[in-house]
């Protein structure tokens, strides 16, 4: 089973995404961390197939979480932020290479991206 670590304080939103990663993609197990200070106990124990990560929390940033993952040893291929802002915004934040992608999470477009995403690690999962 593909195991997700989805960081984000915005319950409504962190529900909704499990929710829907639930009900289409069965193989993926989402594990939610409202608490951006909790998620570094999370991340560092490992056992994580993807990271989802959001930009702007209070107290520790998305930025700060990823840069933390990536020296526990965690491939920055396998980690997405997640913001509100657009695209250009953000790629200028996280250019190409910082890690797997930035996507703004209202837009539908980036839904598609993500459904790539959760689409491919439902295979490796499943042993394809």
Do not use: W
């Not at 491939?75 to 290479?97: Q, T, W, Y």
């Amino acid at each position: 089973m593909g195991r997700i670590l989805l960081i984000d304080d915005d319950r409504g939103f962190t529900n909704f995404l499990s929710g829907y990663i639930r009900d289409n993609y069965p193989l993926l197990q989402v594990e939610i961390c409202n608490n951006p200070m909790a998620a570094l106990q999370r991340i560092k124990a490992g056992g994580h197939d993807l990271l989802l990560i959001d930009l702007e929390m209070p107290s520790l940033d998305g930025l700060k979480l990823l840069s933390f993952a990536t020296q526990t040893g965690f491939d920055k291929n396998r980690i997405v932020i997640l913001s509100g802002r657009d695209a250009d915004f953000l790629h200028e934040l996280c250019p190409m290479g910082t890690c797997l992608a930035v996507l703004n999470k209202f837009e539908a477009r980036q839904k598609a991206v993500l459904d790539m995403i959760f689409s491919s690690l439902e295979k490796k999962s499943a042993g394809h």
